[in-house]
């Protein structure tokens, strides 16, 4: 019954369909959503925080086998699984990570048997309209949402969007799920679990989905040289949080630059360059504004009751991590 309800519902949301092929066509586009699942090495510089197991979903998005998913599942993985239509399962290989957006591509080793979800407009979603969030499963893994906010979202990583999208009621196997727009397109991946804060309400369990619009630009360069050509951003190696819009450096990454540099945890971010910050994402763009990886960048810094200026020579989170040691099932 359960299974019927969804469909029912896909079928209503999803405008583009012939009248009496609803259920059809929502089972057709169901089948390009995949499971993945990544092992990582003990070793790999991210296997501390991401853990080196790691499973969520992933969206068939051309005839070739690309598969679309959020990169933290993907990242530095020795070995990569794909679970198809039919519970079929087979081996993909990384293709690329885009630190920028967050987006991963994989390629399929072999047939997925699935049409690929055709790509939709990220712009056009608005506050307020109903939306599919859904994961590997078919109908039992869908969920029926609705846009809650469309802001600027920055995270504790050194990562910002300035237009991200928030959707609720939140979808608890977020990681690379898809979300789905009434035509039936791919329009977001999903990336978090997080809260937003609507005024007279309160704090609302949401998901962030990283907007498709952004993978436009970079699909061409993620499939030919495993990340966009853009010069890279300047990355220190700090993970960062924000209270009343003041900014705490709350971990600092080993062997990275903010390491070298003498950057600690509990140091108090007052200024980059001498521009004071406002807030995560102003940080942020200040840093990036200084010029691309390699650039020195000087943050003033409260530690304890002084003032100090370090300057960290950033480096290319890209290069940091190691994407080549993969092997092919």
Same mark, same amino acid.
């Given at each position: 019954?359960?299974?019927?309800?969804?469909?029912?519902?896909?079928?209503?949301?999803?405008?583009?369909?012939?009248?009496?092929?609803?259920?059809?066509?929502?089972?057709?586009?169901?089948?390009?959503?995949?499971?993945?699942?990544?092992?990582?090495?003990?070793?790999?510089?991210?296997?501390?925080?991401?853990?080196?197991?790691?499973?969520?979903?992933?969206?068939?998005?051309?005839?070739?086998?690309?598969?679309?998913?959020?990169?933290?599942?993907?990242?530095?993985?020795?070995?990569?699984?794909?679970?198809?239509?039919?519970?079929?399962?087979?081996?993909?290989?990384?293709?690329?990570?885009?630190?920028?957006?967050?987006?991963?591509?994989?390629?399929?080793?072999?047939?997925?048997?699935?049409?690929?979800?055709?790509?939709?407009?990220?712009? +056009?979603?608005?506050? %307020?309209? !109903?939306?599919?969030? /859904? #994961?590997?499963?078919?109908? @039992?893994? $869908?969920?029926?949402?609705?846009?809650?906010?469309?802001?600027?979202?920055?995270?504790?990583?050194?990562?910002?969007?300035?237009?991200?999208?928030?959707?609720?009621?939140?979808?608890?196997?977020?990681?690379?799920?898809?979300?789905?727009?009434?035509?039936?397109?791919?329009?977001?991946?999903?990336?978090?679990?997080?809260?937003?804060?609507?005024?007279?309400?309160?704090?609302?369990?949401?998901?962030?989905?990283?907007?498709?619009?952004?993978?436009?630009?970079?699909?061409?360069?993620?499939?030919?040289?495993?990340?966009?050509?853009?010069?890279?951003?300047?990355?220190?190696?700090?993970?960062?949080?924000?209270?009343?819009?003041?900014?705490?450096?709350? +971990?600092?990454?080993? %062997?990275? !630059?903010?390491?070298? /540099? #003498?950057?600690?945890?509990? @140091?108090? $971010?007052?200024?980059?360059?001498?521009?004071?910050?406002?807030?995560?994402?102003?940080?942020?763009?200040?840093?990036?504004?200084?010029?691309?990886?390699?650039?020195?960048?000087?943050?003033?810094?409260?530690?304890?009751?002084?003032?100090?200026?370090?300057?960290?020579?950033?480096?290319?989170?890209?290069?940091?991590?190691?994407?080549?040691?993969?092997?092919?099932?």
């Amino acid at each position: 019954m359960k299974r019927i309800l969804i469909l029912i519902m896909v079928g209503v949301l999803i405008t583009c369909v012939q009248p009496g092929r609803a259920d059809q066509k929502a089972e057709e586009i169901l089948k390009g959503i995949v499971k993945i699942r990544a092992l990582i090495p003990k070793d790999a510089r991210t296997a501390e925080t991401l853990g080196t197991e790691r499973e969520g979903h992933g969206v068939l998005i051309d005839s070739k086998g690309h598969i679309l998913t959020i990169g933290y599942l993907i990242s530095e993985a020795e070995t990569i699984e794909l679970t198809g239509p039919d519970d079929k399962k087979m081996g993909a290989t990384f293709v690329g990570y885009d630190y920028s957006t967050g987006f991963g591509l994989v390629r399929a080793n072999g047939p997925i048997g699935a049409e690929p979800m055709k790509i939709g407009e990220s712009a +056009k979603i608005r506050e %307020g309209e !109903p939306v599919l969030v /859904a #994961g590997y499963g078919g109908p @039992d893994a $869908v969920q029926v949402a609705r846009v809650i906010s469309r802001r600027e979202f920055a995270g504790y990583w050194e990562y910002a969007l300035d237009d991200a999208i928030f959707t609720a009621p939140a979808y608890a196997s977020f990681g690379g799920a898809a979300l789905i727009d009434k035509d039936g397109q791919l329009v977001g991946i999903g990336s978090l679990f997080t809260q937003v804060v609507l005024q007279g309400i309160g704090a609302i369990p949401s998901n962030m989905f990283v907007p498709i619009d952004l993978l436009k630009p970079i699909l061409n360069d993620l499939m030919t040289l495993g990340h966009s050509r853009e010069p890279p951003k300047p990355w220190l190696g700090i993970n960062s949080e924000e209270s009343h819009g003041r900014i705490f450096i709350t +971990k600092v990454t080993v %062997g990275g !630059p903010a390491e070298k /540099a #003498g950057l600690h945890p509990d @140091d108090l $971010v007052l200024a980059v360059d001498g521009k004071p910050v406002k807030g995560l994402g102003d940080f942020y763009r200040k840093m990036w504004a200084v010029g691309q990886a390699g650039v020195d960048v000087t943050l003033s810094v409260l530690r304890g009751a002084q003032i100090q200026d370090v300057t960290v020579h950033s480096g290319d989170r890209f290069q940091f991590l190691n994407l080549k040691r993969q092997k092919v099932l």
